[in-house]
């Protein structure tokens, strides 16, 4: 975890916490060997709450039929603040280490084989609904 204890390290830059306009965060994650289904029940588990948050524009899950135990995520947050607000959640700290190399609680090992995730600033709209080049 980051010296805050709220996210792990590396996760999402400092930059983008300290956004004050939208932010987007891109991940995938891929389930070890007969962890499929318990990682998609979990993943369900956090969808609904997600969701429900200040600040959650967008939190969509996709998997694919042909790929088992594959996630690709994308979440879309008001600003960084909603960002970090989301993973300093109770469920969210609870999630992490359970989907990261690191120790999870009551020793319970990591479900995921592999992981990455990318955060960056959303850029703004234009007048017509596209997108306004980022800088």
């Known amino acids: 975890m980051s010296t805050d204890d709220t996210t792990p390290d590396g996760l999402i830059p400092a930059a983008i916490l300290a956004s004050d306009t939208p932010v ?8 070890k060997a007969g962890e499929e289904g318990r ?21 969509v899950v996709h998997t694919a039929p042909d790929q088992p135990g594959a996630f690709a995520f994308y979440e879309r947050w008001s600003s960084g603040a909603h960002l970090l607000a989301h993973v300093s959640q109770p469920f969210m700290q609870t999630y992490f280490p359970r989907h990261t190399a690191g120790p999870a609680p009551h020793g319970a ?27």
């Open 24 to 31: 987007a965060v891109y991940g995938y994650a891929r389930a």
């Open 39 to 59: 990682m998609l029940g979990e993943i369900q588990a956090i969808i609904g709450l997600t969701r429900k948050e200040d600040g959650c524009e967008q939190y």
């Open 109 to 135: 090992g990591p479900i995921w084989q592999s992981s990455s995730a990318m955060a960056r600033h959303a850029g703004r709209r234009t007048r017509r609904g596209g997108r306004a080049p980022s800088h």
